[in-house]
């Protein structure tokens, strides 16, 4: 096989879609919990409903697009799947960058737990012990500084499954459209099963209505991670494509009465997306633009990260406003949302990008710079 084989095809226009998504979830952090309230105070439920889990699929999303990008090379016989080669390459890429994003959270916890404001007492309080617990990312019932990390142990459980889903899913023409549309309902009404079994056995776990053990999350995502296995093995159409889009957002329809549903159908949803994406060329070129694609290569420093530099812009307005004034609210979204995309640019230009492959704006620190540097490079 030669070397241009081996090496992993990277798909930039995906490198877009991954920004959408750090974007959607860092306006979900910033934005939900008020707006929701205005809604629901205007007994406008069904709006709260649609702005709330639409901003926090972002998280739906990265899970198909880790499918698509993790599974492709080794689905499509583009590379030899070796599991200690596949481990060292999944830690080297996850556990750097969110050292350096636990670093900057314990010093932001530390400095909110020795010097209090009315605004500490909602944070997980600084210890050693609970630093030490959160180097390994993995950690059940949660307890993170950083309350976004619960999202990174469901993408650890996934790379366990993935030498099983290498095995069975290695061979293409067992594989199509028919089939797809049938697993789909199967899939679900697993899910659901899971969900009710959950609820009904392990209450202390999970339920429907509250989730205390943050790794049993995991049994709402398979339908996320299936659409991203079945994108890695197979190309389709954009008629199987709308089809996926509607059947998910007749799923976001009915989870409006089930909540759990939800996380399905954004699968189904950004599947059926990332399809059409593959296929149309207007996308992929909105996709692929400069500024998108260098937005999507920060986009895990930027996930890691902006929660803390939240909770550090409130823990400094905290000094200044005697409670969550309005003040309080435009301040820390004027300061906060600047200055966690800087921080996530620190963090991608000293830790992330030593990791990362086939990057096109690593040298641009700046958005602006990565017009140019793509044009240097012939692109």
Known sequence: MSNTIQQKERFHFLDGIRGIAASMIVIHHAFTSNIGRFFDAHHLGFLSFLYVNFTQSGVELFFVLSG???LRPYLRQERKFEVGQYIYRRARRIYPPFWGALVFGTLVVYLNTTYPTWYSRILIPFSFSNTVRQIAIFLPRGGYYNLAWWSLQIELLFYLFVPAIIYFSSKPERWNAKKLFIIIPFSIAGVVGLQLFFTAYLPDQYTIHHIRANIYRFIDYPVCFMMGTYLAVRNENN?????????GLTTLAISFFYLPLVSSAYGLIYGGFIMMAFNTVSIKKALSNPFMIWLGERSYSLFLIHFSVFYFTNFIVSHITPDRNGAYALLTRL?????ALFFAM??????????ARGLLTEKAFWPWQAKKVMEEQGL
Request: aromatic content about 8%; proline content about 4%.
């Open 68 to 70: 698509v990008v993790l």
């Open 335 to 339: 300061i906060g949302i600047p200055l």
């Open 346 to 355: 620190l963090l991608f230009h000293f830790v992330e990008r030593r990791q």
């Open 239 to 247: 008629n199987t494509a709308r089809m996926l889009m509607l059947l």
